[in-house]
C-alpha cells in the first residue's frame, strides 16, 4: 500500500466544500480553512453581500477561488439551486458542512422570547430550530449527497454542540447578559435538543452512505468567546478544565482533520473540542 506523507493527508488542492452558515463567525473560519488547504470554498448563507464579501476576501487572502452564494436551507428549492451553482461552477462538491443553525445569537437578535424558560418557550420559536437546525441540514445533506453519491466519494461534517453531549449547565447563566441584545439569555431547550438530534443524524448517515464511500462525522465545539459578559466569561471558564473559552479561530485544525484524508478511517464518529467541559 502506498504511503501517503502527512501533508498529503491534510491537502485539499483542488477539492471543493460547501459551507452552510458560510457568513457567520464560524463558518468563515471554516472556509478560511478548507482555503488555507487548497480548497474551494462555497459560502452558502441568508444574505448575498454577507458571504460574497467573505468569499471575496477568502480568495485575495488565500489565492484559490472562493465563491458566496444566498440561499435559506430550509427551502428545498434554493438548496437544490444552491447545489446546482456550485457543481456548474466547480463541476463537483467533495465537501459539505453542515454549520448553519438558528443559535442564540442570531435567536437574541430575532427575539428575546428565545431565551424563554422551557415552561413558557414559544412553539413557533421551537418549531423554528426544528426546521433550520434540523431539517435544512436534513435538504442540504440530501441534495448535496446525491452529488457525492454519483462521484463515488465525499465527506460530511455536521457541527454540533456540546449542549447536544450533554446537559447545559444552568447555573453559569445567573446574572448575566447577551452581548448580543444586551438581555438575558441562556443556552435554549430548541438549541439543545436540536444539537443532539445532530449527532445521531450523523450517525444514521455514516452507516448509510458507508458502502458509497461518502464519510459523515460531527463535530462538538464548546462556547467561542465572542464579546461576552465578564460574569458570564468567568462562570464558563470555572466550568471548563482549561480555564477559558475557545478562541474563534482554535476549531480551523479539527476542521481540516474532518474533511481531509487524514480523518480517512473515521466514520459516523462526534469529535468533542471543548476545552474539557464534558470530562468532567
Known sequence: MKVKSVKKMFDLT??????????????????????EA???????????????????????TFGVEAMGISVDITRKKEVERMVRKTVARFRRIDILINNAA??????????????????????????????VNLTGMFLCT?????????????????????????GPDHRIYR?????????????PVSYSTTKAGVINFTRYLATYWAHKNIRVNVLSPGGVYDGHDKTFVKN??????LGRMADRDEYKGAVLFLVSDASSYMTGANLIVDGGWTAW
Do not use: C
Open 236 to 241: 464558563y471558564s470555572l466550568r471548563v478544565p
Open 38 to 60: 487548497g480548497g474551494h470554498a462555497v459560502l452558502a448563507d441568508l444574505g448575498k453581500e454577507r458571504v460574497s464579501s467573505a468569499a471575496r476576501s477568502i480568495t485575495e
Open 142 to 166: 440530501q441534495a448535496v449527497g446525491k452529488v457525492m453519491a454519483r462521484q463515488g466519494r465525499g465527506v460530511v461534517l455536521n457541527i454540533a454542540s456540546t449542549a447536544g453531549v450533554v
Open 175 to 187: 446574572n448575566v447578559r447577551s452581548p448580543y441584545s444586551g438581555k438575558p439569555f441562556n443556552t
Open 14 to 35: 483542488g477539492k471543493v466544500a460547501v459551507i452552510t452558515g458560510g457568513g457567520g463567525m464560524l463558518g468563515v473560519r471554516h472556509a478560511e480553512a478548507i482555503a
Open 102 to 131: 438558528l443559535t442564540v445569537k442570531g435567536g437574541g437578535e430575532d427575539s428575546e422570547k428565545y431565551f424563554f424558560p422551557f415552561e413558557k418557550y414559544p412553539l413557533d420559536l421551537w418549531e423554528r430550530a426544528l426546521k
